[in-house]
């Protein structure tokens, strides 16, 4: 499997370490990544660096996934996805994980699963803004996983996003990116050949052997570049040039243990070979491709062209039959790649569908001043508050006295004040209401010790706040009543409870908290 080295995403305060793990794998060191990604997760552990273990986890997966190890990586894929920490970062970084997530469940033949995370990734790329490197990361997984789809248009498209996506891109971006492209244009142009386009894939390989070749004279160090090269030189019948890069870099690349460059050399050699009439040694290392070949695709590939080479070298009924019969089977698959276009407009509808009814619930449920939640999701929330979490009820203090002597203008950007506060205290899965008027609430995840100290932060935030920058005179205060849920008890005991404590903390004086 190639991947980009920009694909790293360099979180965590011990990032070097995951750095490392992807540094490996991007090399071709797949089992050394293994005991490298060991190592990085239990140091990480330790030391608390979530971020820094789930981009190791994600480099972990990216080896298993070239070793062909697709269960053990859709594991990994799928403890990502289900994450909330993880999928709760820049959405670009969501996007890069769906679409890592779709190309294992492709590998493993799980299209339709696969298919939805591609439509989810893209969703989500749609709206992000089309800039930076997360940008750039996301995109270029994106592409990943369409390639791995046979969705060679997007794959495409994909790429040209990722070239676009910085202002002046240098030449590690740049290279990365038209790299991969050239790679997919191959791909493509290899399947086009085995459905009879001929002229579509001779120029697909000329415009993957024009790029290849510009990168390789820039100086670009890139074995899987150059093994690309090798494979458009022996198609276009440049074996010269073809034999002279497979002396160069197969031995090396065998010993290195780089198979997906070893792959492309062994088909190099043997398209060079059969040129030359070598029908044996063209078979030899197209087999040799096949028994480093860990991909159903890579493997349909391999076996396509030791079958036109057995119809050179034997001509006869026996041999033209066994190539009609797989001709037959690669068109099947072939229409199969046209019906995944259909399926992924379908997902991708269905994703928008998914998408435009949480906007309606969330507007349903978002109060529309300070945008907290509303009265319905309070009444949604409250039965199911359990044992271990804590109802907090707040009033603001004299706030018609607010409105009548500063206006209600100034009354509502005190409200959107308090709301900015509240939810900057909300952690996940913590949720902060307006009733409506000047009264709030708090669902928080937390026993009523440490919900006393988040409400008491909240109060001594608002008390000390400067509030004349938006009225002279102005001074903001908070009442405030807390419940602990206990075992069993119902909803509407706990907000009773509360709302008592809260109206004991007006009695007392207001500006204060007042609990159990």
């Known amino acids: 499997m190639n991947r980009l080295p920009v694909l790293v995403s360099p ?50 997966m990216y080896a298993l996934s070239a070793l062909g190890r697709l269960d053990e990586a859709l594991a990994i894929a799928e403890e990502l996805v289900s994450d909330p920490a993880e999928l709760s970062g820049p959405r670009a970084t969501d996007a890069k994980i769906m679409a890592d997530t779709a190309e294992v469940l492709i590998h493993l033949g799980r299209i339709d699963d696969g ?22 990361s996301a995109m270029s997984s994106l592409g990943e996983a369409a390639r791995s789809a046979e969705l060679f248009e997007l ?4 790429m040209r996003l990722c ?92 010993e290195a243990g780089q198979q997906h460059e070893a792959r492309l050399l062994h088909l190099a050699y043997g398209l060079a070979l059969r040129a030359t009439g070598q029908w044996r040694a063209a078979r030899r290392e197209f087999r040799a491709a096949l028994e480093l070949s860990v991909l159903r695709s890579q493997r349909l590939l391999f076996q396509y062209e030791l079958a036109i080479t057995a119809v050179q070298e034997f001509p006869g009924d026996a041999t033209q039959a066994a190539l009609e019969s797989l001709r037959s089977h690669v068109e099947a698959l072939w229409q199969l790649r046209l019906d995944r276009r259909t399926m992924l407009r379908q997902a991708y509808r269905r994703v928008e569908l998914e998408a435009a009814r ?11 001043l300070t945008g907290l939640g509303n009265r319905r999701m309070f009444d949604r929330r409250i039965d199911t508050v359990a044992a271990g979490g804590s109802l907090l009820l707040i009033d603001v203090d004299r706030f018609k006295d607010i409105n009548d002597r500063f206006s209600h203008g100034v009354g509502d950007r005190v409200l959107g004040e308090i709301a900015a506060v509240l939810r900057a205290h909300c952690r996940h899965d913590e ?37 004349s920058t938006i ?33 004991t903390a007006k009695r007392a004086g207001r500006n204060q908290l007042a609990a159990a």
Do not use: N
């Open 431 to 467: 949720v902060a209401i307006r009733f409506g008027g000047d009264e709030f609430a708090m669902f928080l995840t937390t026993g009523e010790d440490e919900a006393r100290q988040i409400a008491e932060r909240i109060r001594r935030v608002i008390l000390a706040r400067d509030w």
């Open 471 to 503: 009225a002279p005179g102005l001074t903001v205060t908070l009442s405030m009543g807390l419940a602990a849920c206990h075992s069993g008890e119902r909803g509407r005991d706990l907000y009773d409870r509360a709302d008592a404590h809260l109206y």
């Open 155 to 158: 794959a495409d498209h994909a």
């Open 358 to 368: 949480t906007t309606a619930d969330l507007a349903a449920t978002s109060d529309a």
């Open 115 to 136: 298919l939805h995370y591609v439509a989810r990734a893209m969703a989500v790329l749609d709206v992000v803004p089309r800039k930076g490197l997360r940008y750039f």
């Open 163 to 254: 070239v676009e996506s910085f202002e002046s891109p240098d030449d590690l971006y740049r290279s990365a990116a038209e790299l991969t492209q050239a790679e997919t244009w191959l791909e493509w142009a290899l399947r086009l050949e085995q459905v009879g386009r001929t002229e579509e894939s001779a120029a697909l390989v000329d415009k993957s052997g024009a790029m290849l070749q510009y990168w390789v004279d820039q100086g670009i160090d890139s074995p899987v570049g150059m093994a690309l090269l090798a494979v458009c030189h022996a198609k276009s019948g440049r074996v010269t040039q073809a034999f002279a890069l497979v002396d160069q870099l197969l031995l090396e690349m065998r």
């Open 11 to 60: 979180y965590g305060p011990f990032a070097g370490l995951a750095l490392h793990v992807h540094d490996l794998t991007i090399r071709g060191h797949h089992t050394e990544t293994l005991l490298a990604a060991d190592e990085a997760e239990a140091v990480t552990l330790l030391l608390g660096d979530r971020r820094t273990y789930r981009v190791s986890r994600l480099g972990r």
